[in-house]
């Protein structure tokens, strides 16, 4: 049994569309929210984290009510193709909005948009499972990361590309040219992705080959019951670990392209270069970081990511201006977020039998996003209200909090086995 990667990166196509709307809403929407229309870092930090706030309860709704759908093209297709085509007609107001300096026709798109984008980020993600054999689901979701890279490495050009310099540049091309990118990739996998026909596929294939359905359980946790103490504390730090890493990492990412020009005096769409560079890095990093973890474990490389975060960002938070050495700074920052990312999830599911998977998953991103929802709005208060280079210092803590959490966490750790290709060690979740 082997991938069919080109079925596979054509799958992948809904979550790249996905990764590039949310590189330019996390970077360009802040910018528009206070130079165009003065709005306070503290209101738009809380507008910045209604995404996560929508998530919260849209993702669940829609990726079980997909479950339950049975249509002609699919269960996931029809998500993905209305929620797309919404998307992209919404997202053309936001620039005229912009340009018109029209906040209240701004702030109605922006919410109809990221209701639209939360109607099929489930279904989206859930197609390639359903699409794809059990024992080659590591593979291919390693290819679904990638597609997710290349989406947001193409908005970051974008942004580099056609956001010209000044304090009131013209957003409408870069709009348009990132949902042009969402349209056509939607379009080319709904022309190719015969998801009905794939499915039954993949299920007569696993009939054929006696595929066992059901996870092998951790000996440690039975399903349905209570954990016990020592388990059930190890889970809470490691909760609180996510928490933390998230309320430090996201800080930056949400604030940096404002940062970038009220400190460091970088015009248009300078700053993109240096996230670019963090993007870049953790893809890169993903296979040296699986073989990392297979020989230390993942607590020791998760630890290692957090330190490594915190002393670039604690060097950043440094400089009065913007200096070349920002690049090294950030592709160390973008090896260290891999290094969480790849092995914070796995030690949550460790924890959980075979039954639980899905509840312990839903405790994992239940933290994570609402980590996502609380800093923009405490570092937006204090950037409004001390100044912007309190934006660093602040990740730095919530980073040091995050080491010592995870320090006093005992389980959840066994070492992944190797992976029996390279490619297997990009399997991140996110």
Same mark, same amino acid.
């Given at each position: +049994?082997?991938?069919?990667?080109?079925?596979?990166?054509?799958?992948?196509?809904?979550?790249?569309?996905?990764?590039?709307?949310?590189?330019?809403?996390?970077? #360009?929407?802040?910018?528009?929210?206070?130079?165009?229309?003065?709005?306070?870092?503290?209101?738009?930090?809380?507008?910045?984290?209604?995404?996560?706030?929508?998530?919260?309860?849209?993702?669940?709704?829609?990726?079980?009510?997909?479950?339950?759908?049975?249509?002609?093209?699919?269960?996931? +297709?029809?998500?993905?193709?209305?929620?797309?085509?919404?998307? /992209?007609?919404?997202?053309?107001?936001?620039?005229?909005?912009?340009?018109?300096?029209?906040?209240?026709?701004?702030?109605?798109?922006?919410?109809?948009?990221?209701?639209?984008?939360?109607?099929?980020?489930?279904?989206?993600?859930?197609?390639?499972?359903?699409?794809?054999?059990?024992?080659?689901?590591?593979?291919?979701?390693?290819?679904?990361?990638? +597609?997710?890279?290349?989406?947001?490495?193409?908005?970051?050009?974008?942004?580099?590309?056609?956001?010209?310099?000044?304090?009131?540049?013209?957003?409408?091309?870069?709009?348009?040219?990132?949902?042009?990118?969402?349209?056509?990739?939607?379009?080319?996998?709904?022309?190719?992705?015969?998801?009905?026909?794939?499915?039954?596929?993949?299920?007569?294939?696993?009939?054929?080959?006696?595929?066992?359905?059901?996870?092998?359980?951790?000996?440690?946790?039975?399903?349905?019951?209570?954990?016990?103490?020592? #388990?059930?504390?190890?889970? /809470?730090?490691?909760?609180?670990?996510?928490?933390?890493?998230?309320?430090?990492?996201?800080?930056?990412?949400?604030?940096?392209?404002?940062?970038?020009?009220?400190?460091?005096?970088?015009?248009?769409?300078?700053?993109?270069? /240096?996230?670019?560079?963090?993007?870049?890095?953790?893809?890169?990093?993903?296979?040296?970081?699986?073989?990392?973890?297979?020989?230390?474990?993942?607590?020791?490389?998760?630890?290692?990511?957090?330190?490594?975060?915190?002393? /670039?960002?604690?060097?950043?938070?440094?400089?009065?201006?913007?200096?070349?050495?920002?690049?090294?700074?950030?592709?160390?920052?973008?090896?260290?977020?891999?290094?969480?990312? #790849?092995?914070?999830?796995?030690?949550?599911?460790?924890?959980?039998?075979?039954?639980?998977?899905?509840?312990?998953?839903?405790?994992?991103?239940?933290?994570? +996003?609402?980590?996502?929802?609380?800093?923009?709005?405490?570092?937006?208060?204090?950037?409004?209200?001390?100044?912007?280079?309190?934006?660093?210092?602040?990740?730095?803590?919530?980073?040091?909090?995050?080491?010592?959490?995870?320090?006093?966490?005992?389980?959840?750790?066994?070492?992944?086995?190797?992976?029996?290709?390279?490619?297997?060690?990009?399997?991140?979740?996110?």
């Amino acid at each position: +049994m082997k991938l069919n990667y080109k079925r596979t990166i054509l799958i992948g196509l809904a979550f790249m569309s996905i990764s590039a709307f949310w590189q330019m809403y996390d970077n #360009v929407v802040p910018l528009i929210l206070k130079n165009t229309f003065g709005l306070g870092e503290t209101i738009t930090g809380a507008i910045m984290a209604a995404d996560n706030v929508l998530a919260l309860f849209l993702l669940p709704i829609f990726g079980s009510f997909s479950d339950k759908v049975n249509t002609k093209i699919g269960k996931r +297709m029809p998500f993905i193709l209305i929620g797309t085509a919404l998307a /992209c007609t919404l997202l053309v107001i936001l620039p005229i909005a912009d340009n018109t300096v029209n906040m209240a026709l701004f702030v109605g798109g922006l919410f109809f948009v990221l209701i639209s984008m939360g109607t099929y980020r489930s279904p989206a993600v859930a197609l390639m499972p359903d699409l794809t054999p059990k024992p080659l689901r590591s593979k291919a979701n390693a290819v679904i990361n990638l +597609m997710g890279a290349v989406g947001g490495v193409y908005t970051l050009i974008m942004i580099k590309v056609l956001v010209a310099k000044g304090d009131k540049p013209n957003y409408f091309p870069l709009f348009m040219a990132v949902g042009v990118v969402m349209a056509i990739s939607v379009i080319i996998l709904f022309i190719t992705i015969k998801e009905n026909k794939l499915r039954k596929e993949r299920e007569e294939l696993e009939i054929a080959e006696g595929l066992v359905e059901e996870e092998e359980e951790p000996a440690n946790v039975n399903a349905g019951q209570k954990l016990p103490k020592d #388990v059930f504390r190890s889970l /809470c730090f490691i909760l609180a670990s996510v928490a933390f890493w998230f309320i430090a990492y996201n800080a930056v990412t949400t604030a940096f392209s404002r940062y970038a020009v009220q400190v460091w005096g970088l015009e248009g769409g300078g700053y993109a270069d /240096c996230l670019l560079v963090a993007t870049v890095a953790a893809i890169i990093s993903y296979i040296p970081i699986g073989s990392i973890a297979s020989n230390i474990g993942r607590k020791k490389t998760i630890i290692i990511g957090v330190a490594l975060l915190g002393l /670039c960002f604690f060097a950043a938070g440094l400089f009065n201006e913007y200096h070349p050495v920002m690049v090294v700074f950030f592709c160390i920052i973008g090896f260290a977020w891999a290094a969480i990312g #790849v092995n914070s999830y796995p030690m949550v599911v460790e924890i959980a039998s075979a039954g639980d998977v899905g509840k312990y998953t839903g405790l994992y991103y239940t933290f994570s +996003m609402t980590a996502q929802v609380i800093t923009p709005i405490l570092s937006g208060w204090l950037l409004e209200n001390i100044g912007y280079r309190t934006l660093f210092p602040y990740s730095v803590i919530f980073c040091i909090l995050a080491i010592i959490t995870m320090s006093q966490v005992k389980h959840g750790d066994s070492k992944p086995a190797k992976k029996k290709s390279a490619l297997e060690n990009l399997d991140v979740d996110d």
